[in-house]
């Protein structure tokens, strides 16, 4: 069940005339996979509020080379740096500081391998910072990265529960495979929900100024234009994050990324996944 804070945050994310005094103490934390998710998900919303943290899953360089940008030579650091570097440059633009720009120590495509690791960085990330809400990713086959950072998400807020009050989570869109084809900025329709209902989801109309505030940030991410070129500004769209069964498929057929015949199957990752599940025991379900 949402806290009264997240659907006021949810209702200002809608309509931005509601965000004021009321909303003073909202603090939102968006835990994105890669420099660059943030601002395709949620470039609406961390204009929209004030004091937003964005923490990354991962440094966003792939291990092979083969799988880094075409634009930058060098080795993995000098990658890493480089989105790094644009991911600051796309946050200045919503008033995003250095200081609350976060990145774990995943590396890009292997994020599951460590996920015990990463929750071991994020929960006390949200110990200190305390954030109402987490805004991440859903699990959806898109990128094995995007679906470890669903898991460790829910997993963290759990363990923070154990403790007081926890914040809830809420999905933004990504990407996703359907009829072969990759569907961005819409949500898949989970058919692997472990328990709970799917609940509304929100639209966020962007004005023309935060529409080209979304092409000025993308823009930042030289690096990775010949992904981003084709993926629209809008709709952006969040909704509260259901209970995932992540030891299923997200959906039947191939995964976005066994489309492009990546090293990690689904399968390995579903297997991966049911080990950190099994560790947390009754932490994975609510």
């Not at 790094?84 to 796309?90: D, I, P, Y």
């Not at 500004?233 to 995964?255: I, M, N, V």
């Not at 996944?273 to 932490?283: D, N, R, S, V, Y």
Request: charge should be negative; hydrophobic fraction near 40%.
């Amino acid at each position: 069940m949402s806290q009264p804070k997240t659907e006021l945050i949810l209702r200002a994310a809608a309509d931005p005339a509601l965000s004021g005094a009321e909303l003073s103490d909202a603090r939102v934390l968006v835990l994105a996979a890669h420099p660059d998710d943030e601002t395709i998900g949620t470039s609406a919303v961390l204009g929209r509020f004030p004091g937003a943290t964005a923490v990354y899953l991962t440094d966003g360089a792939p291990s092979d080379p083969q799988f880094r940008s075409p634009r930058v030579s060098g080795s993995r650091e000098l990658y890493a740096c480089v989105r790094a570097e644009e991911a600051a440059s796309a946050l200045s633009l919503v008033d995003v500081p250095q200081e609350r720009i976060l990145f774990l120590s995943g590396v890009d495509q292997e994020a599951i391998f460590r996920v015990g690791e990463l929750i071991d960085e994020f929960v006390p990330i949200l110990e200190d910072f305390k954030p109402s809400v987490i805004i991440t990713h859903s699990y959806e086959g898109g990128h094995p990265d995007h679906d470890a950072a669903a898991l460790v998400a829910r997993l963290s807020a759990q363990m923070v529960r154990q403790n007081g009050d926890a914040p809830d989570v809420l999905e933004m869109t990504s990407y996703h495979s359907a009829e072969g084809k990759r569907v961005a900025g819409q949500f898949l329709t989970p058919v692997s929900v472990l328990a709970g209902s799917i609940g509304p989801t929100v639209h966020l109309k962007l004005s023309a100024e935060e529409r080209t505030r979304k092409a000025r940030m993308l823009g930042c991410y030289v690096s990775q234009w010949h992904v981003l070129s084709d993926f629209p500004l809008e709709p952006e769209q969040l909704r509260p994050a259901p209970f995932y069964d992540f030891t299923r498929p997200p959906h039947d057929g191939p995964l976005w990324y066994e489309s492009l015949h990546w090293p990690l199957s689904g399968t390995r990752w579903r297997e991966l996944a049911e080990q950190i599940l099994t560790e947390f025991g009754e932490l994975t379900c609510q």
